[in-house]
């Protein structure tokens, strides 16, 4: 959703600059800006009454001249080249406002395609998250993908469920890159981080707007769900984010095949974030022994089966460890239990 409430005509763009088709989209805008030294050459007039700054101000000045010192840029020159690529990217942004004072909105960068089937630029629409931004500012995000930390998220959904009146209104779900491990040893740390932060950048593109995700382990991802009323409808979301994101991902002449996960929990008054992880955590186990692009919904009875698997494991475990098991070998290749 865009900041809105913008009053310039499409005649203040350099001409050519938009292409025929994308006008619509100009109209929910707020920054345009070139490839060429990345200048800005259009503001919405909401941007200029958020930050403060006058049209001429921005005009001619770099994108990232809008930024603030204090946050990480390492995933500017990432995110320019998946642009160039044709790739629209999810990036929360804190911008510096004239009396310097600063704030946070989530920017969607979509390219301006040339004729020539090159990029002219960049549009950018931006919308407000300073309200919840503003509070976790002091936590950094995670290093590798740039999403919020596994504490950020959990502050996320404990805000959420606390809020839940009855049954439904928020959902969590769980996503695992499940051979991640894998990647990282045949083809070193380097492409593994690498393959990592273009799968998370995955997840932030299929974000709708209210949703946020961050990490919560090493090769997982929590997303957070608002508004979601049941679990058909959970299970739908966590199937359209899996099949946008398991294509297989190129870089540095390697092609990598993602193995996919995805478990789902809706949340019930009285949950906590804590809760469900847990459940997610239960779901996921289900969804790897059904194979890659696999979604489970976690329900009462599989926290029950999954309950009864432990308890016998445990029990299981307690004999191995009082050597009540033994094995006896016999002629025939039967074996029998002693103790």
């Not at 805008?29 to 941007?47: E, K, P």
């Not at 193995?259 to 779901?283: K, N, Q």
């Not at 445990?314 to 098991?325: P, T």
Request: net charge negative.
């Amino acid at each position: 959703m865009s900041l809105g409430g913008q009053t310039q005509r499409h005649s203040d763009i350099p001409v050519g600059l938009v292409p025929t088709g994308m006008s619509e989209a100009l109209q929910q805008a707020d920054v345009v800006y070139v490839t060429r030294g990345l200048d800005i050459v259009w503001v919405s007039t909401s941007v200029t009454e958020y930050l403060g700054w006058a049209v001429d101000d921005l005009l001619g000045q770099p994108a990232m001249s809008l930024l603030s010192p204090d946050q990480d840029q390492a995933w500017v020159e990432a995110n320019r080249h998946r642009l160039l690529a044709g790739r629209d990217v999810v990036q929360k942004v804190l911008l510096r406002r004239r009396d310097g004072a600063e704030r946070w909105f989530s920017g969607v960068a979509r390219a301006l395609p040339e004729s020539d089937a090159g990029v002219a630029g960049f549009l950018v629409t931006l919308r407000d998250i300073h309200a919840t931004a503003r509070a976790r500012r002091s936590e950094p995000l995670d290093g590798v993908t740039g999403l919020l930390s596994r504490r950020l998220l959990f502050d996320v959904v404990d805000e959420a469920v606390q809020q839940l009146a009855g049954p439904g209104g928020f959902g969590l779900i769980l996503v695992e890159f499940d051979n991640l491990r894998a990647v990282n040893d045949s083809a070193g740390l380097a492409t593994g981080d690498a393959a990592l932060s273009e799968f998370a950048n995955r997840i932030l593109n299929r974000l709708l707007p209210g949703e946020e995700a961050g990490r919560v382990s090493g090769k997982g991802f929590g997303i957070a769900c608002p508004s979601v009323m049941s679990a058909d409808a959970l299970r739908s979301r966590a199937e359209s984010i899996v099949a946008g994101i398991s294509s297989p991902i190129r870089m540095a002449g390697r092609r990598v095949e993602p193995i996919v996960l995805a478990s789902a929990v809706l949340a019930e008054p009285g949950a906590t974030c804590l809760t469900l992880m847990r459940e997610a955590d239960v779901a996921i186990g289900a969804a790897r022994e059904a194979g890659n692009q696999s979604v489970t919904v976690f329900t009462a009875d599989l926290g029950d089966r999954t309950v009864r698997r432990s308890a016998l494991e445990e029990e299981l475990r307690f004999a191995l460890e009082a050597e009540e098991f033994g094995l006896v070998y016999r002629s025939g290749g039967v074996i029998r239990a002693r103790g």
